[in-house]
């Protein structure tokens, strides 16, 4: 078992004080980055912890070369917090999940689900898409944590964000491939929607919702750009009749046992973080 340092459990639940300015943004744009959400202790060492964890679940090895293009966007593994204890204290880290909250301006955050996205040296393109094409969410109150495991400078492939899309209709309904690349990518260019490629640094992390489109670029290195998410959703999400099979999936995999019409409340749901004076 991997013992947490105390300087490092700490950082996990001390609050990170967003600014109005800060949320307003976010409502405004559906995405945010946020420099020193981490330090370089807390980042270096869930990098090993989740690279190791990776590594136990990781068992396809086929070549790069014979992958579709999501295959050759990266290597994804999914709710590693039910695997490893040391990950299960990041993933329900409240710094992490207050963030969230305040973002989405609801009274709490309950975990939709996590993964692991691990884009190789020579890795393709992640295409546009939008998140919640996958998710029987009844609401748009969903937002992902994109945290880096590392600095990552354009040449590894960080996020790429369309601020604003989330109010764009047209290619809510495609799997991400390449044909969502293509769709969204013409349709982008025709709106005034700011097209954000920046790079991470070392403890930056980025939230985004999940109507947001936004895809990342290729891994030009020898490198593996090693990235964890987290998806939180209201803590008061209701799941909805599905609209698609991805949906009926996700409904099978990530909430199990949920009733249509009711709040998503499942042993893999829990709540992560809500307001003191609800919580009282």
């Not at 329900?92 to 692991?116: C, N, P, W």
């Not at 969410?137 to 964000?161: S, Y």
Request: glycine share 6%.
């Amino acid at each position: 078992m991997t013992t947490i340092p105390a300087s490092i459990r700490e950082r996990l639940e001390k609050p990170f004080q967003l600014t109005s300015d800060q949320i307003q943004f976010y409502q405004k744009n559906r995405f945010i980055k946020l420099k020193q959400v981490f330090d370089e202790e807390t980042i270096s060492f869930f990098n090993d912890v989740i690279s190791k964890q990776v590594a136990l679940m990781h068992h396809d090895n086929t070549p790069l070369e014979q992958r579709s293009t999501y295959g050759k966007a990266f290597l994804q593994l999914f709710n590693l917090w039910r695997e490893d204890d040391a990950v299960k204290t990041f993933i329900f880290s409240e710094r992490l999940a207050k963030i969230a909250t305040d973002l989405m301006q609801v009274d709490g955050v309950r975990i939709y689900h996590d993964q692991a996205l691990f884009k190789e040296g020579g890795g393709g393109i992640t295409p546009w898409h939008a998140d919640q094409y996958y998710w029987p969410l009844e609401t748009d109150k969903t937002v992902t944590a994109w945290i880096p495991l590392q600095a990552t400078p354009l040449e590894l492939g960080p996020l790429e964000f369309s601020a604003g899309s989330h109010q764009i209709v047209e290619g809510r309904d495609l799997e991400i491939g390449d044909e969502s690349e293509a769709v969204i990518q013409r349709k982008l260019k025709v709106t005034n929607f700011d097209h954000i490629i920046e790079a991470f640094d070392l403890g930056e992390v980025s939230f985004h919702s999940g109507w947001v489109f936004h895809r990342a670029g290729a891994n030009s290195t020898n490198q593996m750009r090693k990235v964890m998410t987290i998806i939180y959703m209201d803590k008061d999400m209701v799941l909805k009749n599905p609209d698609n099979k991805n949906q009926i999936n996700d409904w099978n995999t990530w909430c199990p046992g949920a009733t249509i019409g009711e709040v998503i409340n499942t042993p893999l749901n829990p709540i992560l973080y809500q307001n003191q004076d609800i919580a009282n």
